[in-house]
Nanobody, 123 residues
Framework: QVQLVESGGGLVQPGGSLRLSCAVSGISLDHYAIAWFRQAPGKGREGILCMDSRISETTYANSVKGRFTISRDAAKNTVYLQMNSLKDEDTAVYYC????????????????WGQGTQVTVSS
């Protein structure tokens, strides 16, 4: 059974940083692309980062380029989303997702999803 479990969300002030984790079981990240998405209140699900370590490819959405980075710990089969210089508009539920076919920032492309973790940026 494939499971993706996000953690690390919370309340942070504008300009602050936060690191989210996505613990993956049932599949190996050596063989899957993994992406981070987010959904703000009243908006659609936005793909922000995708990493495919098989081909050393990382894709960034313009909205987070230069502020967010994705990394992984192969031994823990866990992916991280480091978020710096956070803004009010980064407030959203953040999801990780995986797919064997490769990277995509399109939400209807990815096969496996976590349950999401809330990030609130507010002073």
């Amino acid at each position: 059974q494939v499971q993706l479990v996000e953690s690390g969300g919370g309340l942070v002030q504008p300009g602050g940083s936060l690191r989210l984790s996505c613990a993956v079981s049932g599949i190996s990240l050596d063989h899957y692309a993994i992406a981070w998405f987010r959904q703000a209140p009243g908006k659609g699900r936005e793909g922000i980062l995708c990493m495919d370590s098989r081909i050393s490819e990382t894709t960034y959405a313009n909205s987070v380029k230069g502020r967010f980075t994705i990394s992984r710990d192969a031994a823990k089969n866990t992916v991280y989303l480091q978020m710096n210089s956070l803004k009010d508009e980064d407030t959203a539920v953040y999801y990780c997702a995986a797919d064997i076919s490769g990277c995509s920032l399109s939400y209807d492309y990815m096969a496996y999803w976590g349950q999401g973790t809330q990030v609130t940026v507010s002073s």
